[in-house]
């Protein structure tokens, strides 16, 4: 069984330029999670989808970030324009189901933002 | 006050003892509880998981969940230096939607 893939996995832009992340889950997961990891923390959930429909997005900052699952399958989440704030790892990950499923984690975009 | 709380550490034990690793958070009506083991510069990877009160054991790993004191553990027995790592705590919490909230995770490092 594939991973949950993600793409780049790295980039590096300047402070109010914009940028774009890539997600494909796990084939049959229903729910895809995007989270933002910032160097010594743990994981923040910014946006979780059920299908193509949007679970939780409250903590997502969204004056600057947006996200989307078209046909439920793949999503991307995009930041512009980005601020020095936004350096992390984006984590992408998916589960068959929501709420107590076991979630699978991506590799991980590593964003700097300079 | 934070949904999970860990301790960050850095937590050391020598090689075959165990560690422990604790974590409480706050809501609840939380259902599910997972760990998950991050190496530096790589994604989480589940561990294991629990939803009920008690213990549950995977090989050298069990975790315990005590949900009226709203905290949860994980024991690592005979611990390794592949045991090396950042261990999350991670929470699901019903009352907001099933939303999951990790904790800032405990490092731990095995001495050989």
Same mark, same amino acid.
């Given at each position: 069984?594939?991973?949950?893939?993600?793409?780049p996995?790295?980039?590096?832009?300047?402070?109010?330029?914009?940028?774009?992340?890539?997600?494909?889950?796990?084939?049959?997961?229903?729910?895809?999670?995007?989270?933002? #990891?910032?160097?010594?923390q743990?994981?923040?959930?910014?946006?979780?989808? #059920?299908?193509?429909?949007?679970?939780?997005?409250s903590?997502?900052?969204?004056?600057? !970030?947006?996200?989307?699952?078209?046909?439920?399958?793949?999503?991307t989440?995009?930041?512009?324009?980005?601020?020095?704030?936004?350096?992390?790892?984006?984590?992408?990950?998916?589960?068959?189901?929501?709420?107590?499923?076991?979630?699978? !984690?991506?590799?991980?975009?590593?964003?700097?933002?300079? | #006050?934070?949904?999970?709380?860990?301790?960050?550490?850095?937590?050391?034990?020598?090689?075959?003892?165990i560690?422990?690793?604790?974590c409480?958070y706050?809501?609840?009506?939380?259902?599910?509880? !997972?760990?998950?083991?991050q190496?530096?510069g790589?994604?989480?990877?589940?561990?294991?998981?629990i939803?009920?009160?008690?213990?549950?054991?995977?090989?050298? !790993?069990?975790?315990?969940?005590?949900?009226?004191? #709203?905290?949860?553990?994980?024991?690592?027995?005979?611990?390794?230096?592949?045991?090396?790592?950042?261990?999350?705590?991670?929470?699901?919490?019903?009352?907001?939607?099933?939303?999951?909230?990790?904790?800032?995770?405990?490092?731990?490092?095995?001495?050989?």
């Amino acid at each position: 069984e594939a991973g949950v893939a993600q793409s780049p996995r790295y980039k590096i832009i300047e402070k109010r330029q914009s940028v774009a992340f890539w997600c494909n889950p796990i084939s049959g997961h229903a729910t895809l999670y995007w989270y933002q #990891q910032i160097l010594g923390q743990g994981p923040k959930l910014l946006i979780q989808f #059920q299908n193509n429909g949007v679970v939780d997005d409250s903590q997502l900052p969204k004056d600057r !970030f947006s996200a989307e699952r078209l046909k439920g399958v793949d999503s991307t989440l995009k930041i512009q324009p980005a601020k020095l704030e936004d350096s992390a790892v984006y984590l992408c990950a998916s589960s068959w189901d929501i709420g107590t499923d076991t979630q699978y !984690f991506g590799p991980g975009t590593r964003l700097t933002v300079l | #006050q934070k949904e999970v709380e860990q301790n960050s550490g850095p937590l050391s034990v020598p090689e075959g003892a165990i560690a422990s690793l604790n974590c409480t958070y706050s809501d609840r009506g939380s259902q599910s509880f !997972f760990w998950y083991r991050q190496y530096s510069g790589k994604s989480p990877e589940l561990i294991m998981f629990i939803y009920s009160n008690g213990d549950k054991e995977d090989g050298r !790993f069990t975790a315990q969940l005590n949900k009226a004191s #709203q905290y949860v553990s994980l024991l690592i027995r005979d611990s390794q230096p592949s045991d090396s790592a950042t261990y999350l705590c991670a929470v699901n919490e019903a009352n907001t939607g099933n939303q999951f909230y990790f904790g800032t995770g405990t490092s731990l490092t095995v001495i050989p």
